[in-house]
């Protein structure tokens, strides 16, 4: 099926914008958090791969980001935005899974840069999340701390880490998440690939590595 753009409101009245594939015969559900400055349309080449490998997939714009923009009838724009108020972008995960109706180890979710920190959180506080992507994850993003919530993984759930040696500061965070995590781990080190979802552009090779891993996170 084409793109279905899809509505829903946050548990504090944010209006969060969704782009919605559905591949009908999988309940397996992946969510897709974008990096800033990027927007949910940063996920539409991955969102094909998905969708031919027989994924549904949901990306959302973050609060104050693309048409994720109102709350309650006044603007938001992620630019004015305290670390407080990056941080209750996981308000708009919890929002996205609701709607998703997540069934157990039926579901992973997806991010890039502070997309990937908050994947990482929600996989470490809903241990039931099969499988978790970070690229380019960052140790300290906005005040949300990688390393406690991947050392609260189990070791039934799996993780993606990857970045790239151009993003330096992402490069080394994986390596010392890899050496911490519980959970079956794979550690994805790229060469001048750039930082979240770039590395999807740079290197297309790297969606099918992902629809492959996931689909086989599932399975097992």
């Not at 999988?26 to 539409?44: F, G, N, Q, V």
């Not at 979710?109 to 994947?119: D, F, K, P, Q, R």
């Not at 390393?147 to 070791?155: D, E, G, S, Y």
Request: hydrophobic share 45%.
């Amino acid at each position: 099926m084409q793109k279905e753009r899809v509505e829903f409101l946050t548990d504090d009245q944010v209006t969060i914008a969704g782009a919605w594939r559905d591949a009908g015969v999988s309940s397996k559900k992946i969510l897709l958090l974008h990096m800033m400055p990027a927007t949910k349309e940063s996920w539409s080449a991955f969102q094909d791969k998905l969708l031919e490998s027989g994924l549904s997939s949901l990306a959302i714009d973050f609060r104050g980001h693309g048409e994720s923009t109102k709350i309650a009838g006044r603007s938001l724009d992620y630019k004015n935005f305290t670390d407080l108020e990056h941080q209750a972008k996981i308000r708009d995960v919890r929002a996205a899974v609701k709607w998703l109706k997540v069934s157990d180890n039926g579901f992973a979710a997806v991010g890039a840069s502070i997309g990937a920190n908050l994947a990482c959180q929600w996989g470490a506080e809903h241990q039931d999340t099969r499988a978790i992507v970070a690229l380019s994850p960052g140790l300290n993003y906005r005040g949300v701390l990688t390393m406690p919530l991947v050392r609260a993984l189990t070791k039934s759930q799996f993780l993606f880490l990857a970045a790239s040696d151009d993003d330096s500061e992402s490069f080394n965070a994986v390596q010392k998440l890899n050496e911490t995590s519980l959970a079956k781990t794979k550690l994805k080190l790229m060469h001048n690939a750039g930082h979240g979802t770039e590395m999807i552009v740079r290197e297309p090779k790297l969606m099918t590595e992902l629809t492959s891993w996931l689909l086989a996170a599932f399975k097992e």
